[in-house]
Nanobody, 124 residues
Framework: VQLQASGGGLVQTGGSLRLSCAAS????????VGWFRHAPGKEREFVAA????????YYADSVKGRFTISRDNAKNTMYLQMNSLTPEDTAVYYC??????????????????WGQGTQVTVSS
Protein backbone atom coordinates (compact mmCIF):
# COMPACT_ATOMS: atom_id res chain seq x y z
CA VAL A 1 0.00 0.00 0.00
CA GLN A 2 1.37 3.40 -0.96
CA LEU A 3 0.34 6.39 1.10
CA GLN A 4 0.44 10.00 -0.06
CA ALA A 5 0.14 12.70 2.60
CA SER A 6 -0.85 16.27 1.79
CA GLY A 7 -2.29 19.40 3.34
CA GLY A 8 0.62 20.68 5.38
CA GLY A 9 1.67 24.30 5.37
CA LEU A 10 2.36 27.43 7.38
CA VAL A 11 -0.31 28.67 9.76
CA GLN A 12 -0.44 31.13 12.64
CA THR A 13 -1.03 30.13 16.24
CA GLY A 14 -4.68 29.31 16.75
CA GLY A 15 -5.19 28.40 13.13
CA SER A 16 -6.32 25.15 11.54
CA LEU A 17 -5.10 22.72 8.93
CA ARG A 18 -6.53 19.54 7.49
CA LEU A 19 -4.13 16.81 6.49
CA SER A 20 -5.12 14.10 4.03
CA CYS A 21 -3.56 10.77 3.28
CA ALA A 22 -4.59 8.89 0.15
CA ALA A 23 -3.94 5.18 -0.19
CA SER A 24 -3.24 3.38 -3.45
CA UNK A 25 -5.24 0.23 -2.75
CA UNK A 26 -8.72 -0.68 -1.61
CA UNK A 27 -7.17 -2.93 1.03
CA UNK A 28 -6.67 0.35 2.90
CA UNK A 29 -10.03 -0.30 4.52
CA UNK A 30 -8.65 -3.39 6.27
CA UNK A 31 -5.85 -1.52 8.01
CA UNK A 32 -5.74 0.53 11.14
CA VAL A 33 -4.25 3.90 10.28
CA GLY A 34 -2.49 6.56 12.26
CA TRP A 35 -0.72 9.89 12.19
CA PHE A 36 2.71 10.45 13.69
CA ARG A 37 4.88 13.54 13.80
CA HIS A 38 8.58 14.24 14.02
CA ALA A 39 9.90 17.56 15.21
CA PRO A 40 13.59 18.58 15.04
CA GLY A 41 15.49 17.33 18.05
CA LYS A 42 12.62 15.13 19.20
CA GLU A 43 11.63 11.53 18.75
CA ARG A 44 8.83 10.51 16.45
CA GLU A 45 5.57 10.96 18.32
CA PHE A 46 2.19 9.27 18.06
CA VAL A 47 -0.59 11.73 17.26
CA ALA A 48 -3.78 9.83 16.49
CA ALA A 49 -5.07 6.53 15.16
CA UNK A 50 -8.28 4.94 13.99
CA UNK A 51 -9.29 1.33 13.54
CA UNK A 52 -10.10 -0.17 10.16
CA UNK A 53 -13.82 0.08 10.85
CA UNK A 54 -13.49 3.65 12.06
CA UNK A 55 -15.27 2.83 15.28
CA UNK A 56 -12.46 3.51 17.74
CA UNK A 57 -10.29 6.61 17.89
CA TYR A 58 -7.05 7.14 19.77
CA TYR A 59 -5.24 10.39 20.51
CA ALA A 60 -2.10 11.59 22.19
CA ASP A 61 -2.87 13.66 25.26
CA SER A 62 -1.14 16.65 23.68
CA VAL A 63 -3.67 16.83 20.83
CA LYS A 64 -6.84 15.52 22.45
CA GLY A 65 -9.69 17.97 22.02
CA ARG A 66 -7.89 19.85 19.23
CA PHE A 67 -7.23 17.22 16.56
CA THR A 68 -9.71 14.84 14.95
CA ILE A 69 -8.79 11.78 12.95
CA SER A 70 -11.20 10.30 10.44
CA ARG A 71 -11.26 8.05 7.42
CA ASP A 72 -13.34 7.53 4.32
CA ASN A 73 -12.80 3.95 3.22
CA ALA A 74 -14.84 4.52 0.06
CA LYS A 75 -12.21 7.08 -0.98
CA ASN A 76 -9.22 5.18 0.45
CA THR A 77 -8.37 8.33 2.39
CA MET A 78 -7.72 9.34 5.96
CA TYR A 79 -7.72 12.81 7.46
CA LEU A 80 -6.39 14.75 10.40
CA GLN A 81 -8.26 17.93 11.22
CA MET A 82 -6.02 20.12 13.38
CA ASN A 83 -7.48 23.08 15.24
CA SER A 84 -6.08 25.53 17.78
CA LEU A 85 -2.58 24.93 16.52
CA THR A 86 0.41 26.06 18.55
CA PRO A 87 4.12 26.28 17.70
CA GLU A 88 4.58 23.01 19.62
CA ASP A 89 2.64 21.29 16.84
CA THR A 90 5.32 22.19 14.30
CA ALA A 91 6.67 18.97 12.80
CA VAL A 92 6.66 16.73 9.79
CA TYR A 93 3.47 14.70 9.92
CA TYR A 94 3.40 11.14 8.62
CA CYS A 95 0.46 8.89 7.90
CA UNK A 96 0.82 5.16 8.39
CA UNK A 97 -1.16 1.95 7.99
CA UNK A 98 -0.84 -1.44 9.59
CA UNK A 99 -2.52 -4.34 11.31
CA UNK A 100 -1.98 -4.69 15.03
CA UNK A 101 -3.68 -5.51 18.26
CA UNK A 102 -5.34 -2.41 19.67
CA UNK A 103 -3.09 -2.27 22.71
CA UNK A 104 -0.16 -1.45 20.39
CA UNK A 105 -1.88 1.01 18.08
CA UNK A 106 0.26 3.90 19.37
CA UNK A 107 3.54 2.17 18.53
CA UNK A 108 5.16 3.24 15.23
CA UNK A 109 6.84 -0.14 14.82
CA UNK A 110 3.40 -1.69 14.39
CA UNK A 111 2.78 0.17 11.14
CA UNK A 112 3.96 -1.44 7.94
CA UNK A 113 3.24 1.32 5.43
CA TRP A 114 4.24 4.98 5.69
CA GLY A 115 3.56 8.12 3.70
CA GLN A 116 6.29 10.56 2.75
CA GLY A 117 5.44 13.20 5.34
CA THR A 118 4.03 16.70 5.10
CA GLN A 119 5.47 19.72 6.91
CA VAL A 120 3.31 21.65 9.34
CA THR A 121 4.72 24.91 10.64
CA VAL A 122 2.91 27.01 13.21
CA SER A 123 4.19 30.53 13.71
CA SER A 124 3.85 32.40 16.99
Amino acid sequence: VQLQASGGGLVQTGGSLRLSCAASERTFSTYSVGWFRHAPGKEREFVAAIKSSGGSLYYADSVKGRFTISRDNAKNTMYLQMNSLTPEDTAVYYCAAGRMVLSTIRRPDQYRYWGQGTQVTVSS
